[in-house]
């Protein structure tokens, strides 16, 4: 045994110093600062030179630190690496290219480690517009269906450059707003380039002569004068060759079905292409066997990137697209090519905004959890003494090490992570909690202390492995088919059950052990009492129809107020932009809106990028912004509230999004009922599929009933909903399934009440603990914080009330209360 508690304590440190580690820096660093510490060669000459960056920002000449730095380097000819000689990069020979390369670098371990989403952190705003200014009302469709198209291109492309959690919606008929959290343009200041750019893409022959000038004017009839560069591999130098380039392309890129990123001889990167089938393969193969021995220009966006000499015909539709490309450059052309725009957009405005979730309700909600979770610590060390302890301990590394695979992993942290989060805290007290009751069953049966907790731990874990794997599969699937806050909400989720498993199973049996080796006999006190003999089939009927009166209640409120349920991230709605004397507390705007009946207002700080003045945007239902901003200037003349812009904004939970995440939502639910059905038997899985669907239908119901709204973070509540509910019925399948095997000769009514009343200590004190942390929440959050505290709040006693009164009985009813019928595995 001593062993064996060895190897799960050092495991235990390592992981947990693992997940730390991964933390630090927790926040980010003044990249002056850091740059000053970074430097370890020629210290004097960099702060000299850190001293010029700053200059040319003060004076207006650079937008930042960052780019000051990129530009002195690139006048002077200097090498930057050389400040830096721990990071390795001698193998670039191109300045530019090393340079940039390590500045990126530096920016990069300058930022902390966990990443904030748009309603923590905030980031940039910027939008953009379609080029063609067309008015006419036959355009107004055609415009229409460009921006949804767009708006999706940015998504795919945002997605593959693995910025997580960006919110891009429609604004009036000729323009995508787009908002990255995290984003800086004064650090990264060719983002919009990238996103905005059309990838045009053209293979076009070049004349057989070369250029013997540089004078455009002399270009053949029907050619152009392009410059091809090019990287001299012994240099490092760029240099330029000329070519006369056909105008008229041979084919374009619409023939191109994938782009990816590939290595040439010289250990450069390329953009190899792959064309469509068969029509794209057959057209380039024409186009290279009628051109034998001349050049082929590849040219994007009207730059020639490289032209390869034809030699033979390509009939496998292969082709490269060369160049002296960074890995980070030749993955972003990459990306842009697999999803390319048809049409040009332009700059409209660009601001950094600030989060969502203003400063003032981001510290109570903070402050709502700290609290909730110190109840949640004093009521668990107060029941079970310390082995409460060891359960906080656990649960506590539970989430360090949910953090510590989100900052490994870049994933980001939102307000639907957090529900996450929860969740996942949640399923953590609940196995310390399930595990420590079963060892009070097994010491009410004499056993001592340190045989209860083998038998305690062998008989939860099937429960445990269950619950977790069939949330799992659950989180898989909303990581597959989701998108935006779903697919985030999926990947947290999945982590949170590795991280409980663990945590669970290996970190809490070590403490354990640890304790009852040191001679803490009385880490638990065995139940005193028998076991109820409740009959809880004798308030089925009753119970049943109370429940299915409020799920027809709630739909029938939802018929009643339509589309009124939906929140401005469903349906879109106004938008004004207000310049201001003095800055208002979001708090208050948002009593002035309830006072005046408007339901659901967004309120961000943001500030202009070009003149660094600060402005105030406000987000209200259709129709409702107008009203807000007259009732703001009547509580707040002091203000001077102006209005600068007003636009009507789209649904940034887009069609496809909303699609997908139905689809995850039900093939999850199929998901989980095989898994039930193949574990357990189909009963068991009928019963959990109606029990959740039952939940969700509730608890929407009852959120609606009490006028609500539904917004993007209630699709995470949603989803936590399921997985709350699925973990609780799990345990009392769990625990039939075993009562059948010990058993067999009690009929299926009693085992069923029988397992209701073991399993019913366990059920309250999770449901009360879990429930204890989200009023917390409740009470002193504010905002969409205490929206998800309160729908969590309702899932919990919806899904505590199903799992002892909907499961169970609708297992029964599928072996009409034979025992016989039901096949046990």
């Avoid at 992993?409 to 992570?417: H, N, R, S, V």
């Avoid at 189909?682 to 917004?711: C, E, N, P, R, W």
Wanted: aromatic share 8%; with cysteine; proline share 3%.
């Amino acid at each position: 045994m001593f062993h064996n508690v060895f190897g799960k304590s050092i495991l235990s440190v390592i992981v947990l110093v693992w997940a730390l580690l991964n933390l630090i820096p927790f926040n980010d660093r003044s990249f002056n600062d850091y740059m000053k510490q970074r430097a370890t060669a020629y210290v004097d000459e960099f702060s000299g030179l850190l001293s010029r960056a700053k200059l040319k920002v003060k004076l207006g000449q650079s937008s930042s630190l960052f780019v000051a730095l990129k530009e002195i380097a690139k006048d002077d000819k200097l090498d930057l690496s050389i400040y830096f000689p721990d990071i390795k990069l001698q193998d670039i020979k191109n300045l530019d290219k090393k340079n940039k390369i390590l500045m990126e670098v530096l920016l990069r371990e300058s930022k902390g480690r966990l990443r904030y989403g748009l309603d923590l952190k905030g980031g940039v705003s910027f939008t953009l517009k379609l080029a063609d200014q067309s008015t006419e009302e036959k355009n107004l469709d055609l415009r229409r269906n460009q921006l949804e198209k767009a708006a999706q291109i940015m998504r795919h492309r945002l997605d593959a450059m693995g910025i997580a959690e960006p919110m891009i919606r429609t604004r009036g008929n000729d323009e995508v707003e787009i908002q990255l959290p995290g984003v800086s343009t004064q650090e990264n200041p060719e983002i919009v380039d990238m996103l905005k750019r059309p990838a045009k893409l053209e293979f076009r022959l070049v004349h057989e002569n070369t250029p013997r000038s540089k004078d455009p004017r002399l270009a053949p009839i029907g050619y152009e004068l392009l410059f091809s560069e090019f990287e001299n591999h012994r240099t490092g130098e760029i240099e330029t060759v000329p070519y006369y380039v056909k105008k008229i392309p041979e084919m374009t890129g619409k023939m191109v079905k994938n782009a990816h990123v590939t290595l040439n001889q010289y250990g450069g990167f390329e953009i190899g292409l792959e064309m469509k089938s068969p029509k794209g393969v057959a057209c380039f193969a024409k186009v290279t066997e009628d051109n034998i021995g001349r050049s082929l220009a590849i040219v994007l966006d009207g730059k020639l990137y490289s032209a390869p000499h034809i030699n033979c015909a390509i009939p496998n539709g292969i082709a490269s697209i060369s160049g002296h490309f960074s890995q980070r450059e030749a993955i972003e052309l990459a990306n842009v090519l697999n999803n390319p725009l048809e049409f040009e957009l332009a700059l409209t405005e660009i601001q950094e905004i600030g989060p969502s979730l203003a400063e003032d309700a981001k510290a109570s909600s903070m402050q709502a959890t700290l609290l909730g979770i110190t109840l949640v610590i004093l009521f668990m060390i107060a029941y079970y003494k310390a082995s409460g302890c060891v359960a906080v301990i656990s649960v506590l590394s539970n989430a360090l090490i949910v953090l510590g695979l989100m900052a490994a992993l870049g994933a980001t942290m939102t307000l639907p992570g957090v529900a996450a989060l929860v969740l996942t805290v949640g399923m953590g007290v609940d196995a310390n909690i399930l595990i420590f009751e079963r060892m009070r069953e097994e010491l009410a049966l004499g056993k001592r202390m340190r045989f209860a907790l083998d038998a305690g731990y062998d008989r939860a874990f099937s429960t445990i492995f269950d619950a977790n794997i069939t949330t799992l599969l659950s989180a898989l699937i909303l990581i597959w088919l989701g998108t935006g806050p779903v697919r985030g909400f999926g990947v947290i989720l999945a982590m949170g059950i590795f991280a409980t498993m663990f945590c669970a199973l290996v970190l809490s049996r070590a403490l354990m052990t640890i304790l009852i080796n040191l001679g803490f006999e009385n880490l638990l006190k065995k139940h005193e009492n028998e076991v109820e003999k409740f009959d809880f089939f004798k308030i089925q009927r009753g119970v049943l129809i109370l429940s299915l009166t409020f799920i027809g209640i709630g739909f029938l409120a939802w018929i009643i107020r339509g589309n009124g349920i939906y929140g401005i991230d469903f349906t879109g709605g106004d938008e004004i932009v207000l310049q201001f004397q003095q800055r208002l507390n979001t708090n208050d705007i948002e009593s002035v809106a309830k006072e005046n009946g408007i339901d659901e207002v967004v309120t961000v700080y943001q500030k202009n990028i070009q003149d660094a003045g600060e402005m105030l945007r406000i987000q209200t239902k259709a129709g409702k912004g107008k009203l807000l901003f007259q009732k703001l200037e009547e509580c707040y003349p002091q203000a001077q509230l102006k209005i600068v812009q007003e636009a009507h904004i789209g649904s940034s939970m887009s069609g496809k999004i909303k699609w997908n995440a139905l689809c995850a939502i039900t093939v999850s639910l199929l998901m989980i009922l095989g898994y039930i059905a193949l574990r357990f038997e189909m009963g068991f899985g009928i019963g959990a599929l109606i029990s959740t669907i039952h939940d969700v239908l509730a608890t929407l119901g009852i959120y609606i009933l009490i006028g609500k709204q539904l917004s993007a973070p209630m699709v995470a509540a949603i989803l936590m909903i399921i997985g709350y509910s699925i973990n609780d019925t799990i345990v009392v399948f769990d625990r039939i399934r075993e009562e059948l095997h010990f058993n067999p000769t009690a009929s299926l009514k009693e085992i069923i009440n029988y397992s209701i009343n073991c399993t019913l200590s366990r059920t309250i004190l999770t449901s009360f603990t879990t429930f204890l942390a989200a009023l917390a929440l409740y009470l002193f959050g504010t905002g969409v914080v205490n929206d998800l505290a309160l729908i969590f709040m309702i899932g919990i006693v919806v899904g505590t009330f199903s799992s002892i009164f909907i499961a169970a009985p609708i297992f029964y009813r599928w072996h009409k209360g034979d025992r016989r019928t039901v096949e046990i595995k």
